[in-house]
């Protein structure tokens, strides 16, 4: 059995290993992370794709606070990231993509991808952060991009992980003592969905696609948006992009 708060050098998923020690007794803020990754994944069952250098993270919550707030634990999540990344380096512009993405210039920096498991007093939740730190993968349907792309300086795992640990609890530890609206007050200034961006959307298992336009996050962390004929709409978990205008 591994012991926790440690980097070893390669795993299938952070994620899995994040969960075995929470199952056998790991404490709230207990970490692990893989400088190789080689099976690591997104959500719906979407692929991470690893380059050595980069971070794989995953860290345990077992939030005390009220189970209405665990919804807002990947906000709380990226909100830490973002803010530690800013302060690494100022000039990066790196925002929030609700509801789990990193974002420097709409290019994909990282990832989150929250686990919850169980429903009583014991659950825990793994929270799961890939981020690009040395190089990012070509080819995917989406534009990436890595901190030192973006930063033009050499940047690895080893530089970010311990100030990215202690950034995403203390986000956790604001969100368990002031609430959400603490949050999102923190989140609003940094996400990539402000207020008027033009979004599209296709609903969870079919194909159509929909339009509309960011107004806010709501209470439950859930994405509010106006579509075409002034309905208001509420998006839990549906990949959003933005609306390029040509
Ligand atoms: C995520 O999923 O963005 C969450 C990724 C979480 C990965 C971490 S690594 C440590 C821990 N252990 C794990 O097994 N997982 C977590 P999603 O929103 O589903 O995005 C997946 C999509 O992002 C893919 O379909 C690609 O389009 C894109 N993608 C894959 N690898 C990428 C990379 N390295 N950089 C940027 N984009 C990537």
Redesign the pocket.
Same mark, same amino acid.
């Given at each position: 059995m591994i012991l926790p708060n440690q980097v070893i050098d390669e795993c299938g +998923?952070? !994620? /899995?290993l994040a969960r075995e020690l929470a199952e056998n007794g790991a404490p709230h803020g207990a970490w692990i992370s893989a400088r190789r990754?080689t +099976? &690591? $994944? &997104? $959500?719906?069952g $979407?692929?991470?794709? @690893? =380059?050595e250098g !980069?971070l794989?993270? +995953?860290i345990i919550a077992r939030p005390k606070t009220d189970p209405s707030l665990w919804s807002w634990i990947p906000l709380a999540t990226a909100l830490g990231i973002t803010e530690c990344l800013r302060d690494f380096n100022p000039a990066l512009d790196v925002r929030i993509k609700w509801p !789990? /993405?990193l974002w420097i210039d709409r290019k994909?920096? &990282?990832? =989150?991808?929250c686990e919850a498991v169980g429903a009583r007093s014991d659950s825990f939740i793994v929270i799961?952060?890939?981020l !690009?730190c040395v190089d +990012? @993968?070509e080819g995917? /349907?989406?534009p990436?991009t890595s901190l030192t792309r973006e930063g033009r300086a050499r940047v690895d795992a080893d530089e970010i992980r311990q100030p990215l640990i202690a950034s995403v609890l203390e986000a956790l530890e604001t969100l368990g003592r002031e609430g959400s609206a603490a949050i999102l007050a923190r989140y609003r200034g940094l996400s990539a969905l402000s207020q008027g961006t033009e979004i599209e959307w296709k609903p969870l298992g079919t194909d159509q696609e929909l339009r509309g336009i960011v107004e806010d996050v709501g209470t439950h962390g859930e994405l509010l948006v106006r579509d075409p004929s002034g309905g208001k709409l509420r998006l839990f978990a549906e /990949?959003v992009k933005v609306r390029l205008r040509s």
């Open positions: +998923s952070t !994620n /899995d990754q +099976s &690591g $994944r &997104g $959500r719906l $979407r692929k991470w794709e @690893p =380059i !980069n794989f993270l +995953s !789990n /993405d994909k920096l &990282g990832g =989150i991808l799961g952060i890939g !690009n +990012s @993968p995917l /349907d989406q990436t /990949d």
